[in-house]
């Protein structure tokens, strides 16, 4: 059973950094599509960034991260980061990990992250 375990969340000043991890198990990672999303209580789920299998992120990160967050991942640690620079109060959301496999999308729980102006 694939499982996904986010961390790195937490609170920081606007203008500051972050870095998400997104760790699977249960996986064939390598193979596997990584989607981060963001969310606000009461609106809709907003994709932030996305990286193949083959590593490949671009054209797929949200115009309003572009500049900003980075998305990558390790295979061998069965790993995906989300690097976030020059945080906004804007960015404030719960961030989540999702792993596409053989067609089945799994989730994580989330990662808190604050940013205070």
């Known amino acids: 059973q694939v499982q996904l375990v986010e961390s790195g969340g937490g609170l920081v000043q606007a203008g500051g950094s972050l870095r998400l991890s997104c760790t699977a198990s249960g996986s064939d990672f390598s193979t596997t599509f990584i989607a981060w999303y963001r969310q606000n209580p009461g609106k809709q789920r907003e994709l932030v960034a996305t990286?193949?299998?083959?590593?490949?992120?671009?054209?797929n990160i949200a115009d309003s991260v572009k500049g900003r967050f980075t998305i990558s991942r390790d295979n061998a640690k069965k790993t995906a980061y989300l690097q976030m620079n020059s945080l906004k109060v804007e960015d404030t959301a719960r961030y989540y990990c999702m792993l596409r496999q053989m067609g089945s999308e799994y989730w994580g729980q989330g990662t808190q992250v604050t940013v205070s102006s």
């Open positions: 990286i193949t299998r083959y590593g490949d992120s671009s054209p």
